[in-house]
């Protein structure tokens, strides 16, 4: 089992519609969690982290959920800035190297 | 913010020749930097940990006389990719910890090296 899976898309939505995706992963004892985006050809930028508690940063929410072991991210009134690659990352043994799901390609069309 | 740079950003190599990649944190000092390995359509592989003033430690199946790793100062992070073959070329990524700003939160990405061995 990958230690970080998520469902590859692709998500094509039309500007100002909501997109929401999931992520699982394999240890329940990880602590910590976070959306990365990642556009073509470049480097993983964070997105925002995820606290257990959920938590909004403008349009994008994030959502934990330790029982079923898995993160979600919600994008509302999307733009056509936000299609990119969307990664989920878990800090899978608490020792601050990053396991990196495939991603979850998002593509907002005008 | 923190910033976290790459040199080259993209690489054409002989098969068989050394290609090094330097990883540099700017503007803050990382003791731990990490580097990855993302292959077309896949996600990022950690390849190793660079800890500043003692020996890289390499996850499974990654060969540690085939990517030498230097971390020689608390800024400076360098990948040697050894006797390259075609089936290195990749994108290869490298990350630094901010200390100061503790947790994963503070760990920022290089832009990314692109390693194409002909």
């Known amino acids: 089992r990958k230690e970080v899976e998520q469902d590859p898309g692709p998500f094509n939505v039309p500007e100002g519609a909501t997109v929401a995706f999931n992520c699982t992963y394999s240890?329940?004892?990880?602590?910590?969690f976070f959306w990365y985006r990642q556009d073509c050809r470049k480097e993983p930028k964070l997105l925002m982290s995820v606290y257990s508690s959920g938590n909004e940063d403008g349009r994008f929410t994030a959502q934990l959920n330790r029982a079923s072991q898995y993160i979600s991210l919600l994008i509302r009134d999307s733009k056509l800035s936000d299609s990119a690659t969307y990664l989920c990352v878990v800090n899978i043994r608490n020792d601050y190297k990053l396991s990196f799901g495939a991603g979850t390609t998002v593509t907002v069309r005008a | 913010g923190a910033v976290v740079s790459q040199h080259p950003s993209r690489v054409i190599c002989k098969s068989g020749t050394s290609v090094k990649i330097e990883c540099r944190s700017l503007d803050f000092q990382a003791t731990t930097m990490f580097w990855y390995r993302q292959f077309p359509k896949q996600s990022l592989m950690l390849m190793a940990t660079s800890n500043e003033g003692s020996k890289a430690t390499y996850e499974q199946g990654v060969e540690k006389d085939k990517f030498l790793i230097n971390h020689a100062s608390l800024t400076l992070s360098t990948l040697t990719v050894t006797s390259a073959h075609p089936e290195d070329s990749s994108f290869y990524i490298c990350?630094?910890?901010?200390?100061?700003?503790?947790?994963?939160?503070?760990?920022?990405f290089g832009p990314g090296t692109r390693l194409t061995v002909t």
């Open positions: 990350s630094a910890r901010d200390l100061e700003r503790g947790g994963n939160s503070g760990q920022y």
């Open positions: 240890n329940s004892a990880s602590q910590s």
